[in-house]
């Protein structure tokens, strides 16, 4: 199993690359790529080009289809592993690879899981993808179509809610950092009040 980690963002709403910021003395991308480390065999970066974080060396993935947002780094991934992957993104804290393994176990036969939301909203950068969906997502971004939605719409979707994953409706499974508000909170949090000048980063 291949986990697929999203980094091409442009971070416009935090105004810096948001995924160098530290938290708990690490990057957010380091902190996403590390914890995914330990428990899948393989985790990939999907990147926008090779000018993107190169000291992370071979685990990058690039988009064929640049600037077409997360259902291009899906098809960057699933073309690069060969395998079904777990998508999910560098930007997501608390994004939790035991529960991306409980979530994949629910799959069965379908060709994606998908977390919902409490409003039963598909939460598609917490998902199950199998190999097979490569040539649907190709397809649709040679149409000029982005949206993950256009991808789980053709597929045999399984949702699962957050409360089959044992989390209450208030849960930061999905939580991610877009602005340098929400940075500032999770910093408060997890740092103990230690203090990082995102204007330097």
């Not at 990147?47 to 098809?75: K, T």
């Not at 998902?127 to 149409?143: M, N, P, Q, V």
Request: overall charge negative; charged content about 30%.
């Amino acid at each position: 199993m291949t986990v697929i980690i999203l980094a091409g963002g442009k971070s416009r709403r935090m105004g810096r690359d948001k995924l160098l910021l530290p938290l708990s003395g690490e990057r957010l991308l380091d902190r996403a790529v590390r914890r995914y480390g330990e428990l899948f065999p393989r985790v990939l970066v999907s990147v926008s080009g090779p000018e993107r974080y190169p000291e992370l060396g071979d685990i990058r993935v690039y988009d064929a289809f640049p600037g077409a947002g997360p259902l291009a780094g899906l098809h960057a991934g699933l073309l690069a592993s060969g395998d079904d992957v777990f998508l999910t993104g560098a930007d997501m804290p608390f994004s939790s690879p035991e529960k991306a393994l409980q979530l994949i176990s629910l799959c069965g036969e379908k060709e994606a899981c998908v977390l919902t939301d409490g409003d039963g909203r598909w939460e598609p950068l917490f998902g199950f993808y199998r190999h097979s969906l490569l040539s649907r997502a190709e397809a649709l971004l040679k149409e000029g179509q982005r949206r993950m939605a256009s991808l789980l719409a053709q597929a045999g979707l399984r949702e699962v809610s957050l409360e089959e994953l044992g989390e209450e409706a208030d849960s930061r499974l999905l939580l991610n950092v877009n602005n340098p508000e929400d940075y500032e909170k999770l910093r408060l949090e997890l740092d103990g009040g230690a203090c990082y000048d995102i204007r330097s980063i």
